[in-house]
């Protein structure tokens, strides 16, 4: 199979036309048509499901976009190590994540990387868990970090560990001192929450509809930064996991409580990376370096009897 129609066949796949598939690739729709027809007629199926909304893989063009990400990724990693083996860097990592994980974690994680890899250079792109999820299996990234509550499909999962939810709070804040929590016991505190359809807010929703509590939420939103900096200035409880803020609460007036309710123990952080594919040296790296720096969070996080 020919590259250059592979190429056309996974941009069509991407944008879900061959309108919009022409405007990225600056290629004519007929040449692009030409091409997957000619894929079709060599592989003797087809590949795309043209319906009046747009064009989707057919179950063969999802085994075949499979294999051409696979393929495209294996001849980068190939480029990669060359390049590396003869300047000691490479192509940037490129990483997917919840913003939780972005905004501390992450940031902390690369720079350490870098000490010992001068050289190395990444790029992040913040996303919902679904979309994290879609760009590591499509390829599109080299890894992801998100929080799930049910394995994710399509994906290796490199690490996984459970996420335990806590409450975080300033240290002037009259529960601050308890060793753990239930949530019922923030009932009666302003609370700042994310975003419905979140991860950490489903299993929030479940534990208060199972428990009958109601929580008196002042503030919600998508940004786990500005839930965190309305904390600091009042006497409201935000919830958080360690890998999200550990490295925030060593320079701030803030501290983490673990909740014990069983709902709030079913989200995983995970490590993914796609699904059959060999890293380069530089990827593979950082990934057990991610790794064990999660698995340490891990250890940190575990809950306290009550």
């Given at each position: 199979m020919h590259n250059t129609a592979l190429r056309y066949f996974l941009e069509v796949a991407r944008a879900g036309s061959l309108g919009r598939a022409s405007?990225?690739?600056?290629?004519?729709?007929?040449?692009?048509s030409r091409q997957i027809a000619n894929l079709e007629q060599e592989v003797g199926a087809q590949l795309f499901e043209r319906l009046p909304t747009g064009m989707v893989l057919s179950p063969a063009?999802?085994?075949?976009?499979?294999h051409a990400r696979r393929e495209h990724l294996e001849r980068e990693r190939v480029l990669s190590e060359i390049q590396e083996s003869s300047t000691d860097g490479g192509r940037p990592i490129s990483v997917a994540s919840t913003e939780g994980v972005a905004r501390n974690f992450l940031p902390h994680v690369m720079s350490e990387?870098?000490?010992a890899y001068p050289k190395a250079c990444f790029v992040?792109?913040?996303?919902?868990?679904k979309i994290v999820i879609g760009m590591v299996k499509d390829g599109d990234v080299d890894l992801g970090i998100t929080f799930s509550t049910k394995?994710?499909?399509?994906?290796?999962?490199?690490?996984s560990a459970r996420s335990q939810i806590h409450a975080l709070?300033?240290?002037q804040h009259p529960l601050s001192k308890r060793k753990s929590l239930m949530l019922a016991d923030l009932q009666p505190y302003p609370m700042a929450l994310r975003e419905e359809g979140s991860t950490q807010r489903q299993l929030v929703d479940l534990c208060c509809q199972m428990e009958g509590l109601r929580l008196n939420a002042v503030l919600t939103s998508n940004d786990s930064g500005s839930l965190q900096q309305f904390v600091m200035r009042s006497n409201a409880i935000a919830l958080t996991s360690k890998v999200s803020e550990q490295y925030e609460l060593q320079k701030n007036d803030l501290i983490s409580i673990a909740l014990?309710?069983?709902?709030?123990r079913q989200r995983d952080v995970q490590l993914l990376t796609m699904a059959g594919r060999t890293l380069p040296f530089n990827i593979r790296r950082f990934v057990d370096l991610l790794a064990i720096k999660m698995a340490a969070m891990d250890k940190l996080s575990a809950p306290p009897e009550r």
């Open positions: 405007e990225r690739l600056h290629i004519a729709p007929s040449a692009i063009g999802e085994v075949l976009a499979s990387f870098r000490e992040l792109n913040v996303a919902v868990p394995p994710s499909e399509g994906v290796q999962v490199e690490y709070m300033h240290r014990l309710n069983a709902e709030l």
